[in-house]
């Protein structure tokens, strides 16, 4: 019984020793920001974000431009909101849903939505909007 204790505490030694030195690895500048958490809209936009569009376009699956990367987003930003508005509302196949999927955001939540992920994520202000 007591040997057995005794394993099993050297084996939670172990995995502590090791959760310590992974941990340790983070800040040793291999880091660098790759592992920068993405963007989320504030409070009002938030959720429904979080429902109906973070899951294509937090990360950039299947095509969709991620939140936050400028480069993605420059020839959309380039074609001004209401263009870029009529396509989310029209849906873009094969892959971006009508509206975003979110068919209970009325036209203002949408058009904040896009706002948003196209210019204001990426601008950290409103400075630069594109409304042409
Ligand atoms: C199932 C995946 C998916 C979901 C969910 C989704 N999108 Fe998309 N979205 C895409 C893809 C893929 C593209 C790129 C389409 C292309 O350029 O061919 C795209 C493109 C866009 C664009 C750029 C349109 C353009 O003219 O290039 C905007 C703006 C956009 N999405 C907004 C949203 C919003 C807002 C939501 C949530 C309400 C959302 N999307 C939800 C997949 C998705």
């Known amino acids: 019984m007591t040997g057995r204790r005794g394993a099993l505490g ?5 995995a502590g020793g090791l959760a310590v030195s ?3 690895c983070g800040g040793d500048g291999a880091s660098g920001t790759k592992a920068q958490a993405r963007p989320v809209p504030p409070a009002p ?5 979080r429902r109906h569009c973070q899951q294509c376009h937090g990360l950039g699956v299947a095509g969709a431009p991620a939140v936050g990367d400028a480069v993605a987003w420059a020839p959309r930003q380039a074609q001004g909101l209401p ?3 009529a396509r989310v509302e029209a849906g873009i196949p094969p ?3 009508p509206r975003g999927g979110c068919l209970r955001c009325d036209d203002a939540t949408l058009e904040a939505l896009v706002r948003w992920m196209a210019f204001e994520s990426l601008n950290a202000g409103a400075n630069d909007l594109t409304e042409g």
């Open 22 to 24: 992974l941990g340790g």
């Open 95 to 97: 892959a971006m849903p």
């Open 45 to 49: 936009l938030a959720s429904s974000y």
């Open 10 to 14: 050297r084996v939670l030694a172990v």
């Open 83 to 85: 263009s870029l508005l």
